[in-house]
Every structure is written in C-alpha cells, then in structure tokens.
C-alpha cells in the first residue's frame, strides 16, 4: 500500500457531538433505549458490542438516516434533524437536513460508490452539487485527498478495477470532500477480506492523528486500543459502560462487557 501523509487539523473542523436520551424503535423491536452520549470535539469515540445492540442504528440517527422517536442529536450546539419552537421539535424540511449532513462524513460498510463514475468523479460529485463548488477547485481537492489516502494513482480507475480495501479509501476520500466537522464510519472494514483491513485502518488512524472528530463502529478491538480516547460497550439498545480504552478493555466493570470481550479477545 502507499503510504498515507499525516495532515494537520484545519480551523474549524472538528465538531462535538451531544446525544440526550435518544429512543428508537422497529416495529415490536426497542433499538435504542434512552441512549446518552458525549463526543468531545477532535477525539475519537469507537463504539463495540453485539451484532443487534444498536450500533449502526445509533450511528444512524447522528446524520438523521434513522429519524429518533424521542431524544435528542446535537452537533455542535445544533439540533440534528428539528428545530425546536417552544417546548416542541420539528422536523426540519429535507433540503436542510441535507444541508446538515454536509458537515456529518459518513462511511459505510459496503463503500455506496458510484459504479458509473471514476474515483475522481465518485469524489468531486458531492463538492460540486452540494456546495455548488467550481470543478475545478474540487477535482484539486479530490486529488489531494487521493494522495492522503494512498491512491494517486487511481483517479481515473473504476471502483470495480479496485480491492475492497481501495474502495473504502476511496469512500473516505469522498467523505472528506466536504471538509466535515464530523466522520462516522459504520463498521467499515467489516465487508473487507482480512489482508485489507490494515490499509484502511491505517487511513482511519491518520485522521484521527489530525484531530478530526470520529465515531467509529467497529469489532476491531486492537484498533480501539490504539487510536480511541473513549470506547463505549452497548448491549440490547443500551450504553452498558463507556471510558477510556485501557479501562474498558482492560478492566471491564460490566459482567456483560467482560463476556463480549472474552470472545472476541
């Protein structure tokens, strides 16, 4: 793999994140049951647990994919989703929700890339119908973050003459277009076979070393160790305990922690 380039953080671009009892249901199923949650801005939050517990769904709601049945998504002080009127919340018109999700990166397991386009034009897409910024200065852009994620040498390609490896870098490029103060990755190397996990757990690592603000749904435990500042355990819809990951990993509290940890360690 080519090497990626460690890039300094740029002003403004990390962003808090303020979740306040967030309930979401499925029909019968109770996905999340009153989740709270503090991401401070620039720190990387990995988020571990069981497949069913609610991970994907609570990353989810952060953008406003999954609308909450009660709760509350703030994002830099900005409710995500509604405005609120007095003592009630509501929901805000598509067009501006999209607009919040310009500063919300989203990269998911499956990559979601444009199999007609490039992986120049995969990137540039967003910059220029979103921010309506000149082509130009988003295909420098884009090449730019091409070299920070190893694959210069790919602008021209088509995702399906890439790895799924180079793919999800791609995909990463492509959320960083937007220049936002947020990224959220859901279990992002989960589709890859084993040999290309490192490539791109390697980009992940070099953007949380530029201070960018990250929550990250994953079952790599060695990368939460590495690069995490807080590590939060959820089971059946539930934050069971959150810190640091020396403490969570290493010292579990919850008997329900410890017998996640004890098969998947």
């Known amino acids: ?37 503090d991401v401070r801005a620039g720190e990387v939050t990995v988020v571990l647990g069981p497949s069913g517990s609610g991970k ?3 990353l989810r709601t952060i953008n406003h994919l999954e609308k909450v049945d009660s709760g509350t998504v703030s994002v830099d002080g900005t409710l995500v ?3 609120r009127s007095g003592n009630k919340l509501y929901e805000l018109r598509e067009r501006d929700v999209l607009k919040q999700r310009t500063r919300i990166g989203f990269v998911f397991q499956n990559f979601h890339l444009f199999p007609h386009l490039t992986v120049l034009e995969n990137i540039v897409e967003a910059p220029v119908s979103a921010l ?7 295909e420098a852009a884009a090449r730019t973050l091409l070299e920070r994620v190893g694959l210069a040498d790919k602008a021209e390609a088509y995702p399906k003459q890439l790895s799924g490896g180079q793919q999800q870098r791609v995909a990463i490029a492509r959320a960083l277009a937007l220049e936002p ?29 530029s201070g960018t603000t990250m929550i990250v749904v994953t079952h790599e435990i060695g990368f939460a160790r590495e690069v995490a500042d807080t590590v939060v355990f959820m089971d059946e819809g539930r934050i069971v305990e959150q ?10 509290r919850h008997e329900r922690t410890r017998a996640f940890l004890s098969k998947v360690l």
């Open 1 to 37: 793999m080519s090497s990626v380039t460690t890039a300094e953080p740029s002003a403004g671009s990390t962003a808090k994140v303020e979740i306040r009892s967030v309930h979401k249901t499925f029909g019968p199923l109770h996905v999340l049951r009153g989740i709270d949650l």
């Open 81 to 83: 989703g509604y405005r």
């Open 181 to 209: 103060g947020l990224l959220l990755f859901d279990e992002p190397t989960s589709a890859l076979d084993p040999e290309l996990v490192g490539e791109v757990l390697d980009v992940i690592k070099d953007l949380a070393a």
């Open 56 to 58: 994907s769904t609570l």
């Open 243 to 252: 810190g640091p990951p020396a403490e969570v990993l290493d010292s579990p």
């Open 132 to 138: 309506k910024r000149p082509r130009k200065e988003a």
